[in-house]
């Protein structure tokens, strides 16, 4: 008898997973062990939650939106696919939240919606399965909405509202494969498009220094995204650079510089220069710094911003070494301004205005015709159009009328990087596609695809051209040629069934009268001899449309031709797979044809 009773204890012991193995369901853990009495063993911070749950809600809503506190539960282990949770108040990253904390670090977080309705959320965590963790539920606003209301924590494998996606990061359905776009930062958004995390939108700051190019972007002015790359193709995103001072300040668009003469006295070090950030607060005023010294991983705000108060923002900066000073270009009351500076501390204003401007200022030299001897000064405004002219160090002369520099709907705020004369040399370009939402994602917006820019004569006269990267090549994957391909009116000629990751790259004979017409899953590009349409209006070459080059990525169609003289960047959701081409009016000849599968940059 008494041998029957360990059997029935280990019997007992091995219940649950029996219940396990049968009903296939793992039971909830609590993590918030909140009573009337008090929040348990959390930790509490401040005076926002007071002394114990309402109703078993932890809020600082009754304590009043100036009231601020902090609520850290005990560690613990992940066990369960999903921590789900109910939350309520202000959307305020950073601020009115509940994070999920992993060796110090925040790898998820969420927030209200500006309302006291408790909502479900959730947080996919299988990948940090075995991990320890710590959930803290933070309220540092005091301004509007500065509360925050969260229950019912447990961790699952059934949560009440499955976060947007499941997939893997970076392998999402929609996800562009060859473009850059923002990880899900800190949390799984239920629309990222109304809200901040996953989003992109004005480019700035784009540096290269010591091996690295350096991608920042504004996240709905919250802060600045920052991704690193050795090669413009791979990149890794970072943890934001600096975040807004305080909830509803604004951090809004830049530059960056390296100081190498350390003229601001930012650094100690006279072999570690200052990479410096200059931006604008939301009131357009103030305009402020922030500084790195350890290429950009950590960020300081200047101790006395705004260092300036001036009424214009969008801070273009660079240092002009004919006059040994440097130069910041501003956007303000519908024109560029233009103020000097010896230290980038303390500016002048030159009164040189350029009148009819557009946000987002770009500016810098390139070679007429690839003669280091022969430059010329080119403006890029924020909505793309370029002049070309010549820079005394005060004063633009534009010599050119305005030009687009891509025709495409989504192409704004475009920027590229500088200090590459440390590098290469080469002006790359990159813009922000402005509308690129994906549905059911959680991320949204993307970047273009890298493009040199050169400028060249024309018959009508000098050009900015556009071309993809050579890096690209490192994406090729396996591809046909053709030398000789003739395709009649009213017919279409099949080139790739499956796949939606292409560069297509074609020399084309295109007679009056007829068009070309390359199909790419559900979409088209249409050439005429003189002219390409990509979801946007017809534009003119200056010359018969000789060579074509289209890239194909989940999220975008961008079309060059004649080596870059025009191009058109334009956001597109599949709608099928492969590609095929096909003619109006007359034959057309493509009498080279080049058809590259792309890798995955991820």
């Given at each position: ?6 059997a ?8 649950p997973a ?15 062990h ?16 007071g ?12 304590a ?5 506190g ?6 613990f ?17 950073r ?10 670090k925040v790898v998820?977080?969420a927030?209200?919606r ?31 909405w500065?509360h ?9 494998d ?7 996606t499941?997939?893997?990061l ?13 990880r899900?930062f ?19 700051g ?6 690295e ?22 990149w890794k ?31 100690s ?15 357009n ?7 790195s ?17 001036h009424?214009?923002?969008?801070p ?11 130069v910041m ?8 301004h233009?103020?000097?500076s010896?230290?980038?501390l ?9 009148p009819?401007?557009?946000e987002?200022?770009?500016f810098?030299?390139l ?6 001897n ?8 924020g909505?793309g159009?370029?002049?070309v ?12 009328p ?11 705020a ?11 040399g080469?002006r ?6 402005r509308g ?6 959680p991320?949204?917006q993307e ?33 046909q040629?053709?030398p ?17 990751l292409?560069?297509i790259r ?26 390409i ?16 080059e ?41 009498k080279?044809l ?9």
């Amino acid at each position: 008898m008494p041998s029957v009773v360990p059997a029935l204890i280990l019997i007992l012991a091995l219940l649950p997973a029996f219940a396990m193995a049968i009903g296939g369901q793992r039971a909830d853990i609590p993590i918030s062990h909140f009573d009337k009495q008090g929040f348990g063993d959390w930790k509490l911070e401040g005076a926002a939650f007071g002394s114990a749950p309402v109703e078993g809600v932890a809020t600082t809503k009754p304590a009043g939106d100036s009231a601020t506190g902090k609520l850290t539960s005990p560690e613990f282990r992940i066990e369960r696919s999903y921590i789900s949770f109910r939350i309520a108040g202000g959307d305020q990253e950073r601020y009115t939240c509940l994070d999920l904390l992993i060796d110090g670090k925040v790898v998820k977080s969420a927030t209200g919606r500006n309302s006291d309705e408790l909502e479900p959320q959730s947080w996919d965590v299988k990948p940090f399965h075995g991990h320890r963790a710590k959930i803290e539920i933070i309220d540092v606003a005091t301004g509007d909405w500065g509360h925050v209301s969260v229950a019912h924590i447990i961790a699952t494998d059934h949560p009440e509202k499955l976060p947007v996606t499941t997939q893997p990061l970076y392998h999402e359905t929609l996800r562009p494969q060859f473009h850059f776009t923002a990880r899900q930062f800190t949390m799984d958004r239920l629309n990222p498009v109304e809200h901040q995390e996953g989003w992109i939108n004005d480019l700035n700051g784009l540096i290269y220094y010591d091996g690295e190019y350096h991608l920042f972007a504004q996240r709905w002015a919250t802060c600045w995204l920052h991704a690193v790359s050795r090669d413009l193709i791979h990149w890794k995103e970072l943890e934001p650079a600096f975040w807004e001072e305080a909830p509803g300040v604004g951090v809004q668009s830049g530059t960056c510089v390296i100081d190498y003469h350390n003229t601001s006295g930012l650094s100690s070090d006279p072999n570690n220069p200052p990479m410096i950030a200059f931006w604008s607060r939301f009131d357009n005023l103030s305009q402020c710094l922030c500084y790195s010294l350890d290429h950009g991983r950590t960020w300081t705000h200047y101790p006395k911003n705004p260092y300036m108060e001036h009424p214009e923002r969008d801070p273009k900066v660079f240092w002009f070494e004919p006059a040994k000073h440097w130069v910041m270009m501003m956007y303000g009351e519908g024109a560029y301004h233009i103020l000097t500076s010896p230290n980038l501390l303390d500016w002048k204003d030159e009164h040189h205005p350029i009148p009819d401007s557009f946000e987002c200022p770009d500016f810098f030299e390139l070679p007429v015709d690839g003669h280091a001897n022969q430059k010329k000064w080119v403006l890029i405004q924020g909505n793309g159009n370029y002049s070309v002219g010549d820079f005394d160090g005060t004063q633009f002369h534009e010599e050119t009328p305005r030009f687009a520099c891509d025709i495409g709907p989504d192409f704004y705020a475009t920027q590229s990087w500088a200090n590459t004369e440390t590098a290469d040399g080469r002006r790359i370009q990159v813009a922000w596609m402005r509308g690129a939402a994906f549905p059911e994602m959680p991320f949204s917006q993307e970047i273009s695809f890298p493009c040199e820019l050169t400028l060249r004569t024309t018959p009508a006269g000098l050009r900015v051209h556009r071309q993809p990267i050579k890096e690209i090549d490192k994406l090729q994957g396996s591809h046909q040629e053709r030398p000789e391909l003739e395709v009649q009116p009213g017919s279409s000629v099949p080139l790739e069934e499956t796949g939606d990751l292409f560069r297509i790259r074609a020399e084309v004979a295109i007679p009056e009268g007829a068009a070309l017409i390359f199909h790419l899953c559900g979409e088209e590009v249409k050439l005429t001899p003189e002219s390409i349409q990509n979801g946007s209006a017809n534009a003119k070459t200056s010359t018969k449309i000789r060579r074509v080059e289209i890239l194909l990525d989940r999220g975008s169609i961008e079309a060059f031709v004649n080596d870059g003289e025009l191009s058109s960047t334009r956001f597109v959701i599949p709608r099928g797979k492969g590609i095929s081409v096909s003619a109006e009016g007359s034959a057309v000849t493509l009498k080279h044809l080049r058809i590259d599968r792309l890798k995955s940059i991820w």
